[in-house]
T-cell receptor, first 118, second 113 residues
Framework: GAVVSQHPSWVICKSGTSVKIECRSL??????MFWYRQFPKQSLMLMATSNEGSKATYEQGVEKDKFLINHASLTLSTLTVTSAHPEDSSFYIC??????????????FGPGTRLLVL | GENVGLHLPTLSVQEGDNSIINCAYSNSASDYFIWYKQESGKGPQFIID?????DKRQGQRVTVLLNKTVKHLSLQIAATQPGDSAVYFCAEFNYNQGGKLIFGQGTELSVKP
């Protein structure tokens, strides 16, 4: 199977600081990764599509200058929350698509990163 | 997204009973559908998927039914166990939308021993 990791698993930071979250595909390459945000008791909301070698594509209403995405290699995408504020506190999850044995593509998710901004 | 701000519906079942979790999807052109299980504080875990040209698919203890006429998916869990307690999300996938997954509202399943 495909394994996606995230680091850190949780982070607490002061308001106004920036926080970087890493998403790695451990045993496969991913030219595309996806970043989601999830508030308590709610569904996952897609924030942006991370593309290796090109700019990320952001969903409507997501500030690209606030949430910087860099797809540095075929196994690593990073999300940087700039000038974080308490309302940015959330659970951030990444995913990467993987095709098993030529069959349809399935997205595998990382374990998530919980961000708390004080 | 369209599900922001909505709170999860809940389903409570007795251990050993069958569970049925329902989901309405939005895009009649979606190519396939996936059910995910999410335990508290963890990322979603793939359970089962189904292509848009099928109406039923079975896995181990789980069955997914697809009704394209009314844009409805269901997940059936047989002999529900305490370890099945989690939040279950359906997601729809459309190749023409860059491979994005759009998640449904989710249902919190609670299994009573």
């Amino acid at each position: 199977g495909a394994v996606v990791s995230q680091h850190p698993s949780w982070v607490i930071c002061k308001s106004g600081t920036s926080v970087k979250i890493e998403c790695r595909s451990l045993d496969f390459q991913a030219t595309t990764m996806f970043w989601y945000r999830q508030f308590p008791k709610q569904s996952l909301m897609l924030m942006a599509t991370s593309n290796e070698g090109s700019k990320a594509t952001y969903e409507q209403g997501v500030e690209k200058d606030k949430f910087l995405i860099n797809h540095a290699s075929l196994t690593l995408s990073t999300l940087t929350v700039t000038s974080a504020h308490p309302e940015d506190s959330s659970f951030y999850i990444c995913s990467a698509p993987w095709t098993s044995g030529g069959s349809r593509e399935t997205q595998y998710f990382g374990p998530g990163t919980r961000l708390l901004v004080l | 997204g369209e599900n922001v701000g909505l709170h999860l519906p809940t389903l409570s079942v007795q251990e050993g009973d069958n569970s049925i979790i329902n989901c309405a999807y939005s895009n009649s052109a979606s190519d396939y559908f996936i059910w995910y299980k999410q335990e508290s504080g963890k990322g979603p875990q793939f359970i089962i998927d189904i292509r848009s040209n099928m109406d039923k698919r079975q896995g181990q203890r789980v069955t997914v039914l697809l009704n394209k006429t009314v844009k409805h998916l269901s997940l059936q869990i047989a002999a529900t166990q305490p370890g099945d307690s989690a939040v279950y999300f359906c997601a729809e996938f459309n190749y023409n939308q860059g491979g994005k997954l759009i998640f449904g509202q989710g249902t919190e399943l609670s299994v009573k021993p």
